[in-house]
């Protein structure tokens, strides 16, 4: 259903959609557009992320099903379905797996994106991750539109203040996709046997009584997103070494699959899907230094291009130039010559795929 959902919003550009809804707006080339009525001052549409926010009626990072919605008074059903109808697309078929599928993916995003802003919040409150990021080279105005953030320093404040946000829009904390926010301490067999939840892949929560959770790890955290919804977050300790239950540091973490879904690609804030050129790089700190310089791209968060292949797939259907730029360690260069040199990631692109050596780049991660 998700595939339905995506292919829906990605044939009514939320822009036009606003239009014929009564909502004057002023046409430009810019990123931004606003409406031309002085009373809808406060409305400010995103063309890229193909999202809008409208302060004076607290409805923030909204997609266009959700304007549907809001306007109309629908259900999220009927909203896709008069999409649907307005660009000629099939008429959803509604089972009743897929429409269980498709509440716990839309609550999870719901809950991840009232999360990202906490992280945000987050990051402007510490100095220390503020002078991190900073120091990358990014502007304010590249921080705030990529929308990263921090997890915090694990403070009871803290963890009071985001239980506080979560549960006031209606989240239950022991649901999987706040526990992967927030981590969770118990009967961790009970818990997910209550949640339907597959442990197999994550014994040993069991045998810790916890599952960790994302906040509080002093670690930049990455919001993955799609068409203007968080999917999935990943981060990156930045204050100190985390040293895991085997010794081992702790870089990098992306959200449990049990918890969070499958992995998705990191989009940097100035992608668009009609964009004539992407770049396709490993860090999501690469893809967003390119964010600053203008360009389009999508970051695969490491090596492992297989857990993408779907998606890598779509990016060659979508742009009419792709250029790989992976890093150039062993591991960058092992993904992008394969195990027997057959250059895997340009089988997928195709022969017009263009190959980055990068020189210098600060944001390598």
């Known amino acids: ?57 607290s409805e923030i990072s909204c997609d266009v099903i959700q304007w549907v919605m809001n306007r109309r008074g629908l259900d999220f059903k009927t909203a896709v379905e008069e999409l649907a109808r307005r660009s000629r697309l099939p008429e959803p078929k509604w ?65 009071k203040d985001l239980r506080g946000d979560l549960s006031m829009n209606g989240v239950e904390l022991d649901s999987p996709q706040a526990v992967a926010i927030l981590g969770w301490r118990g009967d961790v067999k009970a818990w997910g046997a209550k949640w339907g939840i597959e442990l197999r892949s994550q014994a040993q929560w069991i045998d810790w009584g916890f599952i960790p959770g994302l906040v509080g790890k002093t670690r930049i955290v990455y919001p993955h997103v799609v068409m203007g919804r968080v999917r999935q977050f990943s981060s990156r300790n930045i204050l100190g070494a985390e040293i895991n239950s085997e010794g081992q540091e702790v870089k990098a973490y992306n959200l449990p699959v049990v918890l969070a879904g499958e992995r998705q690609l990191f989009f940097n804030h100035v992608y668009r899907m009609n964009a004539e050129e992407c770049v396709v790089v490993e860090g999501q700190a690469d893809a967003i230094t390119l964010g600053q310089w203008g360009l389009a791209a999508a970051a695969l968060a490491g090596t492992a291009w297989k857990d993408h292949e779907t998606a890598l797939g779509e990016l060659r259907k979508r742009h009419e130039q792709i250029y790989i730029g992976l890093d150039g360690d062993e591991a960058g260069e092992q993904a992008l010559l394969g195990k027997r040199s057959e250059w895997p990631l340009v089988k997928i692109f195709g022969p017009l795929a263009r190959i980055i050596r990068w020189t210098n780049m600060e944001a390598h991660e």
């Open 95 to 159: 089972s009743k797996e897929t429409q269980v599928a498709r509440l716990a993916a839309r609550v999870r995003e719901e809950c991840f994106g009232m999360a990202q802003r906490w992280f945000q919040k987050a990051l402007w409150a510490d100095p220390a991750a503020t002078e991190y990021v900073r120091g990358r080279g990014w502007t304010d105005e590249t921080i705030r539109e990529s929308g990263i953030g921090f997890t915090g320093r694990g403070t009871e404040a803290e963890l």
């Open 1 to 57: 259903m998700d595939d339905i959902v995506e292919r829906v919003k990605q044939a009514n550009r939320i822009e036009d959609v606003i239009e014929e809804s009564g909502t004057p707006l002023q046409r430009h080339h810019g990123r931004y557009l606003r409406s031309s009525d002085a009373d809808q001052s406060s409305l400010v549409i995103d063309t890229f992320r193909q999202t809008y926010s409208w302060n004076s009626k």
